[in-house]
């Protein structure tokens, strides 16, 4: 079995170009590295240097041998990485999502979560939510599509309903309901982190401007002053730092979107030897979810 220092010492060789270079970028003395690269060429039973007066340098074989001592390093990082991720998720159930809504409302319950549960800052892509979920990095995951596979699963959470709100004086606030198409032309005030909404509004909504905001203080300073239309949903009333129609603006109606590109389906993806851990915090999800 070859030693993990003996690669190393091999990769910075290949790197730095020699001994001396390679034992300073490994704190050891010259001497070590030159007994280490002959313990590996004796291991492996092959030549890895050509050796002239005051010169060292890789064999055609010990250049293979850099490559594929570089992959079992970066293979054996990863191996250690995924055991340390999955002692982590027996004590700290790691939660994140591709979507804000959940992280919305889950920080609003958070004192009646377990107290292992760890809420991550922002929402990721979907892609990273399932290679995260899939390496143990995440015990639980929300998304607006639901997975079952031989070791995943799905659960409903919820749906999360768009709504605009408009001037009561616009001629399309004089309704109870809306359509995309009857937003055509408008200027809306966004914010930036929406998830999967940027898309829907912007591929449903006909010749919209879209004013994207990165920080929701600026979201409420503008729809104060300003008479942008702005989006909310059914989950808005759990961020206290939302425009909150009761208080935000008075001549603004919320209208519910009708279409079904309005309406976003959320699904609780776990793997299935974490159902028993995270199902309190789904129920408890569930249970405050706006129907």
Request: one cysteine or more; glycine letters at 4%; a negative charge.
């Amino acid at each position: 079995m070859i030693e993990n220092y003996l690669l190393e010492e091999l990769v910075t060789f290949a790197q730095t170009g020699t001994l001396a270079k390679t034992a300073a970028a490994l704190n050891v003395t010259q001497p070590t590295i030159t007994r280490g690269m002959q313990k590996l060429e004796a291991d492996w039973d092959v030549q890895l240097f050509v050796r002239q007066p005051n010169h060292l340098s890789l064999t055609p074989t010990g250049q293979l041998a850099v490559k594929e001592a570089a992959a079992l390093l970066t293979a054996t990082q990863q191996a250690v990485e995924r055991v340390r991720n999955f002692e982590r998720s027996q004590y700290i159930c790691t939660l994140a999502t591709s979507i804000p809504g959940p992280l919305i409302v889950l920080r609003n319950i958070h004192s009646q979560l377990p107290t292992n549960t760890r809420l991550p800052p922002q929402s990721v892509p979907e892609s990273q939510l399932i290679t995260g979920l899939k390496a143990n990095d995440y015990s639980l995951v929300f998304s607006n599509h639901p997975l079952s596979t031989e070791t995943i699963d799905s659960q409903y959470i919820g749906t999360e309903r768009l709504a605009v709100n408009l001037n009561q004086f616009m001629f399309q606030a004089n309704q109870t309901t809306i359509t995309f198409a009857e937003l055509k032309g408008l200027s809306f005030v966004v914010l930036n982190d929406i998830g999967p909404w940027r898309k829907i509004i912007q591929a449903n909504i006909p010749n919209a401007n879209f004013f994207y905001q990165e920080q929701r203080t600026a979201l409420t300073e503008i729809t104060k002053y300003a008479d942008f239309p702005y989006f909310s949903t059914n989950i808005s009333g759990f961020d206290e730092t939302l425009p909150q129609q009761d208080t935000a603006n008075d001549s603004r109606v919320c209208l519910p979107i009708s279409d079904s590109a309005g309406q976003m389906p959320i699904y609780a993806l776990y793997r299935h030897t974490e159902r028993n851990r995270v199902q309190p915090i789904i129920s408890q999800l569930i249970a405050v979810w706006p129907k």
